[in-house]
């Protein structure tokens, strides 16, 4: 086993809202929006690169929505890795941080190559007024790069407190050209309204272009994710890492479609050199026609001294981005090292600055590489479809983690109308990583490169160092599976008294499915207690198997599984979902500890969650006959369950069924019921009687009527959860309340299995 042992140094809490906020917006306004406006412009027309901004907006809120729920409840350095780790283990989460580390570098050096050209180009010819030939244009633009991106390199050795105030002041200035840009576009158009001209044709290509320039430019609405990874370095984090995620996204994209306008209407239709289509004019300008250098050039035309504003507006969003690009890298491959699946040095903190200084080196070396040597912008559309790769896979985290981990975190922000903002960005981002294809062939050639790469590191380095996080389960003994084609079945065994109780029952259901049998124990550890010294807890659960074994052993194929995981419940459903178990068998005390769950904090979550039929006994041990068994029945398969249970438990020779239930006018018809379900029952058809009364309350009915059997069996609700009610449900209400030994059982069928099996 690994060890355990962690890096003791932390990182230090300097950022407040303003600070993350700025970050975002920082990574965000990045140079790249700048040319992106021109491109987009001649390929979907003037209406259609404000569309292109206000949906990639609308898309990047619903997936920001998603990483500010996963970092208000998991809020530590990581970002995308820690949440992959938590929801899918450590392969996937290994992968999310690789490529998060590789987009986030290639995009600072992206960043410090378009903040040396605007800049070499301004100073060599408008000011200095020389005309270099490209090849030594290109020298010194390389020159400039590596000195800037070696700066901010420093800059974030300095600190979160240097890096986070250096950024807001930077955003801020980059805020105030862009801003200055919109507003004189808006008041240009209001002033002369006839530019509003320019819009005509509003989409002149139509809008199947349109998903090829939201995938090219979604990159623009990233900066959300450096935000994640300022979680060791915020303060209060649960509040202001989600309030600066949905700000900053909502900032930007207003920021967006106002510079969109404002580049529209920035030209006269009819203007010298322009033409009437000015959409197609700013579409055209650059080295290859391609719409690169449009955005600048019509602001140019439109204010005096646009050229200068233009570049101190690139200059100051590309090193805003380039500051957050080197800090959001450096922290996704600091989080990789402190879980060891890069090696250990790369969590080393500096005592003095408390900061990665280690993961920082490894990144500057990445962006200074690429910043001197990047040769097209293939690569930046590579660092696009990695983000987009990242951004689905939190979407299906944040999925997986509510519905499996919902009971276990403390959210300090929680989406509306879950999970469809997930999926609905899911969908999307499918498709415009697909439609960037379109812009750059080579990147989806290096991007699987990169990402192979990391499948190669991972099986030969990281999969054997990594260690074990607290959220993970832990396999401490397994058993083979048994062999056979008989129905699997799991006994989860909590200690030697639990184990006796569920003995008898067991055998019973197992002899009727001719079963093969896997008998759990979860080791309960408390949280304070480190794994190393998790032994004397293995105890019981091992006298337990052992005591379960002996009477189980003789008659059925057996293995055995011990684990450990901070919650019970989700070791369990992960065990159920790996063994693929046909059905679970546990023991329940009867009560629930907490108001927030109807029958307890692990029998919920399995009764919901589980892939598979499940059986909970209570007070069903010793060597109890039940000759007189209970059905309540409401119809549909847990119901059918309840009967097929009640019919295995029941005594062979003299035991009788009573199908119950209450009229409440819904014409449910008892006998057609049980005459569908005869193949599943155990006992011949005169043995079970039919009993329909009418009442108004449900609960009391079948308390009351429970009072002359030995056994009571009943489906649970068609879908347990976490309680969002006042009231119980009635079967939970009556497993509570009922004093007599009970059976709780849900069917598992259909889709929804499925899903629960696989996701």
């Known amino acids: 086993m690994t060890s355990d042992r962690r890096v003791s140094s932390e990182l230090s809490r300097d950022l407040n809202l303003f600070h993350v906020t700025m970050m975002g917006l920082g990574m965000m306004i990045g140079a790249g929006v700048f040319i992106g406006i021109g491109i987009s412009t001649g390929r979907v027309g003037p209406g259609g690169v404000i569309m292109t901004f206000a949906l990639s907006g609308l898309l990047a809120l619903f997936t920001a929505m998603s990483f500010a729920e996963l970092s208000s409840a998991i809020p530590r350095a990581g970002g995308a890795y820690n949440f992959a780790r938590i929801a899918f283990g450590r392969g996937p989460s290994f992968l999310a941080g690789w490529m998060e580390w590789f987009a986030s570098s290639v995009a600072g050096s992206l960043y410090a190559v378009v903040f040396a050209g605007y800049t070499v180009k301004y100073v060599t010819n408008g000011l200095l007024g020389m005309d270099l030939a490209d090849e030594d244009l290109m020298v010194v633009v390389r020159i400039v790069a590596v000195a800037v991106a070696s700066l901010f390199i420093y800059i974030n050795y300095r600190g979160a407190s240097e890096t986070g105030k250096i950024g807001a002041i930077i955003t801020v200035g980059q805020m105030l050209f862009v801003v200055a840009i919109a507003v004189i576009g808006i008041v240009i158009a209001i002033v002369e309204p006839s530019r509003m001209a320019n819009f005509t044709p509003f989409m002149p290509n139509g809008w199947g272009e349109l998903l090829v320039t939201m995938g090219f430019i979604y990159v623009a609405f990233e900066g959300f994710e450096v935000i994640a990874q300022a979680g060791d370095e915020t303060i209060d984090p649960k509040r202001n890492i989600p309030k600066a995620m949905l700000y900053s996204v909502l900032i930007v994209t207003i920021t967006y479609v106002a510079v969109s306008f404002a580049t529209m209407v920035s030209i006269k239709s009819g203007a010298e050199g322009v033409g009437d289509e000015v959409w197609r004019w700013i579409g055209t300008r650059g080295p290859q026609?391609?719409?690169?250098?449009?955005?600048g050039e019509a602001i140019n035309r439109m204010i005096p001294f646009g050229g200068l504003l233009v570049t101190l507006a690139v200059v100051f969003a590309s090193t805003s981005a380039m500051n957050a690009t080197v800090y959001s890298a450096t922290r996704a491959s600091y989080a990789l090292g402190r879980d060891r699946m890069l090696p250990a040095a790369f969590a080393k903190i500096s005592p003095k600055r408390k900061t990665p200084y280690v993961a920082l080196a490894f990144t500057g070396v990445i962006v200074l590489v690429v910043a001197g040597l990047l040769p097209t912008k293939d690569v930046a559309s590579c660092a696009s479809i990695m983000f987009l790769f990242l951004f689905l896979m939190v979407n299906l985290c944040v999925i997986k983690i509510r519905r499996n981990m919902g009971d276990e975190l403390t959210y300090g922000f929680v989406m509306p109308l879950f999970p469809l903002f997930p999926i609905l960005a899911i969908i999307f981002q499918v498709l415009l990583a697909a439609n960037i294809l379109h812009m750059s062939l080579m990147a989806w050639i290096i991007a699987p490169i990169w990402v192979l790469a990391g499948?190669?590191?991972?099986?030969?380095?990281?999969?054997?160092r990594a260690i074990t996080t607290a959220d993970e389960i832990l396999v401490i003994e397994e058993g083979e599976t048994p062999a056979g084609d008989g129905c699997r079945i799991m006994v989860s065994v909590?200690?030697?008294?639990?184990?006796?109780?569920?003995?008898?029952?067991t055998y019973?259901?197992?002899?009727?499915?001719?079963?093969r049998v896997e008998l759990l124990h979860m080791v309960p550890v408390p949280d304070q207690v480190p794994l190393a010294d998790a032994g004397p807890y293995m105890l019981e659960g091992k006298e337990g198997i052992q005591e379960t074994m002996l009477y189980l052993a003789p008659q059925f194929p057996i293995s055995t599984h011990l684990r450990y995981c901070r919650n019970v419940a989700r070791g369990i459903v992960s065990a159920v979902r790996e063994k693929k178990i046909n059905m679970l068998i546990?023991?329940?005390?009867?009560?629930s500890r907490s108001g927030l769950f109807h029958l307890g904090s692990t029998v919920d979550p399995i009764i919901e969650r589980a892939p598979c039929d499940v059986v909970i006994l209570k007070d069903c041990g010793g060597n109890r006959v039940f000759k007189r068994v209970l059905v309540p029945v409401a119809g549909g398969p847990n119901s059918a369950l309840a009967l097929e249970i009640a019919s295995t438990l029941a005594d062979g020779q003299e035991g009788r069924i009573v199908a119950f239930t209450v009229d409440r006018g819904m014409g449910f018809d008892l006998d057609a019921f049980l005459e569908k379900n005869r193949s599943r029952l155990r006992l011949p058809r005169e043995r079970i009687e039919?009993?329909?009364?009418?009442?108004?309350?449900?609960?009391?009915?079948i308390l009351d009527e429970s009072q002359e059997y030995d056994l009571v069996v009943l489906g649970s609700t068609a879908e347990a959860r976490l309680r969002l009610m006042r009231h119980d449900p009635v079967p939970e209400a009556v497993a509570k309340a009922c004093k007599k030994p009970l059976v709780m059982v849900r069917a598992s069928s259909g889709l929804r299995s499925w899903i629960r099996r696989w996701i």
Not at 586 to 591: A, K, P, S
């Open 289 to 295: 026609a391609d719409g690169e250098h449009g955005f």
């Open 455 to 464: 499948i190669v590191l991972y099986f030969a380095y990281s999969r054997s």
């Open 494 to 505: 909590a200690n030697p008294d639990g184990a006796l109780q569920l003995v008898q029952n």
């Open 508 to 515: 019973r259901i197992c002899s009727a499915r001719n079963a």
């Open 586 to 591: 546990m023991g329940w005390h009867g009560r």
């Open 690 to 701: 039919t009993k329909i009364v009418s009442r108004a309350d449900i609960r009391q009915a």
